[in-house]
């Protein structure tokens, strides 16, 4: 062979092998001892491998399953052990697969993801914003969360729930949690939703599209959407929970899609993580567009990408997402720059995942991360940021107050106790508020904080520069008598639900015909914290006479949902 040939033939294997080089993100030369890295796995599981309730790994290293483990048992009842073939729910791991299939039909310009929501479902309430495929993705739209609105409405998450009774649920609420892409709040209502677009665009049900156009060509056979009631399961894990000595079955009714219910094991999930780089399905457009963090409109980025949080993890970039339901735990995570994945499914609530996320994490990139260099100038002797000062004891007590977060709706005490001001969360947790300005104090914590009282507010700065505003108010000392007047039946035409209010031992009472009885503490006026679910903070709502509509109802991820009050 002359050297023109040989030359021609190096050439033609660079064109061919540089797309595959950029493809595995150029892996750091770094040692991955794949037998030292499974021994200390080993050793850190050895006590789970054990006949009840457990868990399996998955360790990708270079485009390749190299490590697989397993301990306990899939099904407790008929002592069957966890396998290689056991298929886990993986609970909102499956939002990246949601994601990818409407990347899929945007990339076959069969729709856009600027798209207005309402051009596929007409059904949903016409907000006086506008709601984007894109807001729906990445938890920007507004839109409650499914979960806490089903809760709201009497429902028990054991409960046998369709995507149906989830969409018509969804499809009734008529005011958002906030202006769309204001803010960002985790929500799987957007996650439905998109499965059910994924439908209509599609023609198919979803379960059937990811299965043909995602599943099938990464010969993922052990992975399926779950909507069907009594679907077979090939393989099945159940997942449970101990109550005493017994393990007591957290069963999982719901077949709701596209936020979850998505059923797979360890070998298919590796499929997918190879796939980023690999990208047997997909383009290199579609990934980048992915992996893609977006802006709030105040132009602040918040993480998360289309089914996947973005982040750093001891200073190597991480993309991630976990997932729980029932006593079910999953989580995929990539270092894209290692070329490393570590995947974890488990099915016992006994079980600390995230902790073991992080140890198995900490085993395998031990190598890579940056080693801290040590510096010998920092002192912990003080954690005060400006020289304290001195304030008499009735200075400091002209501090003392209630002051509430209305952002947030959460209560903190100032208060002076054994000759220091302390800032009060609850009964057992508290700080140490050191003078340093005439109105100014510090926490005395391992970072810098600072309290600033005004006249009738507080001002938290945290070490980050965001600040906290608390409200000074007065807290609510109702009687029997004056309780009387929020006595009645609410009903909330958002979740077709009610509730009634009465009095029992001088203590306002809730009940719900699903839930039963329980009590609302009193915070201050017409405003009560509920003990019950997602029915956690109440405000009552009056008119120009002042007697009470109504009330609004919030939860982490539903805020203000109306129940207007029956008149008899």
């Not at 599943?215 to 009594?230: H, R, S, V, W």
């Not at 996947?308 to 997932?323: A, D, M, P, T, W």
């Not at 009465?502 to 405003?527: C, P, S, V």
Request: with cysteine; glycine share 6%.
């Amino acid at each position: 062979m002359n050297y023109f040939n040989q030359a021609v033939i190096i050439c033609i294997c660079i064109f061919f092998l540089i797309p595959k080089i950029e493809a595995q993100n150029i892996v750091e030369k770094k040692p991955f001892e794949i037998n030292q890295i499974e021994q200390k796995i080993d050793r850190l599981l050895k006590n789970y491998n054990f006949k009840k309730p457990g868990l399996a790994i998955g360790v990708v290293y270079k485009d390749n399953l190299v490590i697989q483990k397993q301990y306990g048992l899939a099904n407790v009842e008929h002592q069957i052990p966890i396998t290689k073939k056991t298929s886990f729910h993986v609970a909102s791991v499956s939002k990246q697969f949601t994601a990818f299939a409407l990347f899929q039909l945007e990339d076959e310009g069969k729709l856009s993801l600027e798209d207005d929501i309402r051009k596929y479902l007409p059904e949903m309430n016409e907000f006086d914003f506008k709601i984007t495929i894109k807001h729906l993705l990445n938890h920007t739209s507004g839109i409650k969360d499914q979960w806490n609105l089903l809760r709201l409405g009497g429902w028990r998450l054991n409960d046998f729930i369709t995507n149906s009774q989830v969409l018509e649920i969804l499809f009734n609420q008529k005011s958002l949690n906030f202006k769309p892409n204001e803010d960002f709040m985790y929500s799987n209502s957007g996650y439905t939703l998109l499965a059910e677009i994924v439908s209509r665009v599609s023609g198919k049900s979803f379960s059937d599209y990811t299965k043909k156009h995602i599943f099938n060509p990464l010969k993922m056979y052990n992975t399926q959407f779950i909507d069907t009631e009594g679907q077979i399961i090939k393989n099945k894990s159940y997942s449970y929970y101990k109550e005493g000595s017994y393990f007591i079955e957290d069963v999982f009714n719901n077949i709701s899609i596209g936020a979850t219910n998505l059923s797979t094991t360890i070998e298919d999930l590796s499929k997918w993580a190879i796939n980023f780089n690999e990208k047997n399905i997909g383009n290199g457009e579609v990934f980048q567009k992915m992996n893609r963090l977006e802006k709030l409109n105040n132009g602040s980025f918040y993480g998360y990408a289309n089914g996947q949080f973005i982040n750093e993890y001891r200073g190597l970039k991480r993309i991630e997402h976990s997932g729980q339901d029932a006593s079910y735990i999953a989580y995929l995570g990539r270092f894209p720059n290692q070329g490393i994945s570590i995947i974890f499914t488990s099915n016992s609530s006994e079980i600390n995942g995230s902790q073991l996320v992080r140890q198995i994490t900490d085993i395998c990139l031990n190598e890579y991360f940056p080693k801290k260099q040590a510096n010998n100038n920092i002192s912990n002797k003080s954690l005060i940021s400006k020289k304290p000062i001195k304030k008499s004891l009735e200075e400091l007590k002209s501090f003392e107050g209630y002051y509430w977060n209305e952002k947030d709706d959460y209560s903190r005490q100032i208060k002076l106790q054994n000759n220091t001001l302390q800032y009060i969360r609850n009964k057992t947790d508290k700080t140490a508020l050191i003078p340093v300005d005439d109105n100014e104090f510090e926490m005395k914590i391992d970072e810098y904080v600072s309290v600033l009282f005004n006249p009738e507010q507080v001002i938290v700065t945290l070490d980050d520069g965001e600040k906290i505003f608390l409200d000074k108010y007065i807290p609510a000392n109702y009687s029997s008598n004056s309780l009387k007047e929020f006595e009645g039946n609410y009903y909330s035409t958002e979740l077709n639900s009610y509730y009634t209010f009465f009095i029992q031992n001088d203590t306002l009472i809730a009940n719900h015909q699903r839930l039963g009885d329980f009590k609302m503490k009193a915070i201050k006026n017409d405003y009560f914290i509920g003990n019950k679910g997602s029915f956690q903070k109440v405000k009552f709502v009056r008119n120009d006479l002042d007697e009470i509509l109504g009330f609004k109802v919030s939860s982490s991820r539903a805020k203000n949902v109306s129940f207007n009050k029956i008149i008899e």
